[in-house]
Every structure is written in C-alpha cells, then in structure tokens.
C-alpha cells in the first residue's frame, strides 16, 4: 500500500505541467432523448461500443426522483451508432435502490456492469411520514404509500447488509447475466481494459467503516479483484470529499485517474493523478484547471485522449477536452451541449464511432418533466 511519503516523493520526481491548449475546431449535430420511458426519472448512465459496433448504455432508471427507493440497472442498445435504440431491459433490481451504472466489454468480450447500493432515501421517507402522521403531508399520499411499501421489502435487520459495490457479468452479449457480485470498489462508469489484459478500476470504498480511495486489479476477466494501491490525499484535503474516479491507460503505459473532488481548495473541480508503475505509486492529486465532474476518459484510435464531464454552471451542459501529450496538458473546452435548464444532468460518457467522430450520453432534467431522461448527441472534431 502507498504511503503518503512514497506519494509525495513520486509527484516530486514525475510531476505534470497543466497549462490549457487552444480549444480543437468542432461541430455539434443532432442532440436528442434516447430514452424511451418518459414516466421514470433516468440517471449516471455509461456507453461503451461494443468490437461488433454495437453502442451500449447502461443506467439507473425505473425512478422516480434523483433519491427514491425504486432504482434498478437498464440497459439499452443501439445498432445503427445511435440512430434508434431498443426499449430498456433490467438487468438488475435489488430490493433497495440500485444507482451509479458502469459498463466495460473486456478483452474477452465479456460485458461488466456495475453499480452500487444505496440507502439515502430513508431520511426523506421517514420525514415524510412523520409529517403525514401530522397532517402537514410532504409527499402526496399515493407516493407515500409506493415508498413505504418498497421499503418493507426488507426488514430493518436485512437491508444494511444490500450496501454494497456490485458487478455483474454476461459471456453471450448481455442476452443473460450473473447474480450480482461484491467488488472492493465502486465509480460510475466502472473498471477499465489495460493493455496487458488485466482490469483496472479505480473508486471509493463505499459502506466500510473506513471510507478509502483505492485501485484493484483482475487477472481472471473481472471474477475477482484485488487491492493495488490507495490513491493518496493532498495535502489540506479530507478524502472523503474525494469521489467518483475513472482511469485511462495512456500510449506511454502511464495510468491516469481523475477525482471528483468536493474539498474546499479547487472546489468542483476535477483533480487527476497518475502513476508511471502499473498502480502501485500514484503521484498526490492535483488541479488540472477543469470546473466540472465528473469526468469519463477515453482513450482515442490515434493515442489522444479525451475527458468528457458535465458542466452545472453556464454554459449548463457537457464538455470535453483532448490531451495531445498523454494528459500532461488538457485543451480549452469543446461545448457538446451548453443549453440545459436544469444542473441535474450530466455524468456524460463518449465512444469514438471513427476518427474524429463521437457520440456522448449523460442523463439530464428538461424543462417540462421532473423526470429526467437519456439524452445523446453526435459530435466531431475539426
């Protein structure tokens, strides 16, 4: 385990400079809902696109809030690079709320998806029915009575032990899938390929008594993991405010792993680290000079890379940045989509559909429904 002397020592010897370079050249096309369920409230989706072109987004859906008793893992499929998109499929619901939802297609050809489980609705189920009994209602009753009965799926005794960092599997393209696992960690989009067939993931150990940033590595397609390293914290920082991690392996072996980050200095940004031995030093985190998170990292056919985030100020929307030098630098913003009403959105992931051309998904709260959906764009570069 990396100490945060080891950390301190490696960021010294190998640190990186982060000055932006001038914005690409881009063009925006079509930006649309892709979900097909206008009734249920959709969030923290991941695309990948499968070796055979086929796109897959994986998401919590089935809600009815941001926090609700009700979410479950749904998986949509597109075969025309997004055209169209089938009806949603669960593919997980547990008996309490099922969120964050990742998915990686190993070398294998193996589909992962993740996710984690949550009780943060009982403090709003349990203020709402205090205020029922009061007759100063909160919640309208019907919906009172849809919460209260999914919570009594489970018994006070059985439902903390659901808490949990979950994968599933599928061999045969996600036509059927694997009881849900426990995995060390959990981010939202999931683990990642590296180039020498392990897998790679990198998150937050939720629901321990002590909360760790950590990397895992698997050396059997995803069936089992084990702890690498923990990312170390910056100095003057909590890593508790650290959250929802995801990596890239760069074309000169380094991996890079950037941090939501909630701590008072740099604020709302996203911060990265990178480690230059396969995970088991990473350099202390630091700023990059990006507002905006969380972020998904991709990897591009030429060797750059892209980080894709949701913006929740004006321009509301996502963006995206290229790095030409293996993430020592990152570009001024590319806009997706600047023009959203709500900061409940983002969480955007990307695929490469060809050289230069992109499609992201994130999840977003439009103007006329609560609810809120999938929504794509296509995009390209230059």
Known sequence: MLSASAAGLLASQSSFTRAATSPPEFSVGEVKTISL???????????????????????????????????????????????????????LDGAIDDRDAGILETANGTLLATTFTSLAYEPGLKKAAAAAEQGRATMPADQLARWQAAHRRLTDEERPKQLGCWML??????QSWSPAYR?????????????????????????????????????????????????????????SQYHELHAVEAADGRLIVQIRNHNKANSGETLQTHSTDGGKTWATPYAIGVWGLPSHLLRL?????????????????????????????????????????????????????????FVTVWYEKLSDSPLAQLRMAQWQLG
């Not at 981010?187 to 590296?194: A, D, V």
């Not at 949701?310 to 990152?330: E, F, K, M, V, Y």
């Open 37 to 91: 369920q206008s009734d249920r409230y959709h969030g923290w989706p991941t695309m990948i696109r499968r070796k055979n072109g086929e796109l897959l987004v994986v998401c919590s859906g089935g809600r009815e809030t941001h926090v609700c008793p009700f979410g479950r893992v749904e998986l949509i499929r597109s075969t025309d690079n997004g055209d169209t998109w089938t009806y949603a499929r669960t593919i």
């Open 169 to 174: 599997r599928s061999e045969n393209g996600g």
């Open 301 to 357: 056919s030429d060797d750059r890379l892209l980080m894709t985030y949701g913006h929740r100020r004006a321009p509301l929307g996502n963006q995206a940045r290229i790095s030409t030098d293996n993430a020592q630098t990152w570009s001024e913003p590319v806009i997706i989509y600047g023009s959203a009403t709500s900061g409940d959105l983002g969480y955007p992931s990307t695929v490469e559909l060809a050289a230069n051309k």
């Open 183 to 239: 995995v060390p960690v959990n981010s939202p989009h999931g683990p990642i390929n590296l180039s020498d067939g392990r897998l790679f993931y990198a998150g937050v150990t939720l629901w321990k008594s002590q909360r760790t940033v950590e990397t895992c590595v698997s050396d059997d397609d995803g069936k089992t993991w084990s702890q690498v390293s923990e990312i170390p914290t910056r100095p003057g920082d909590d890593s």
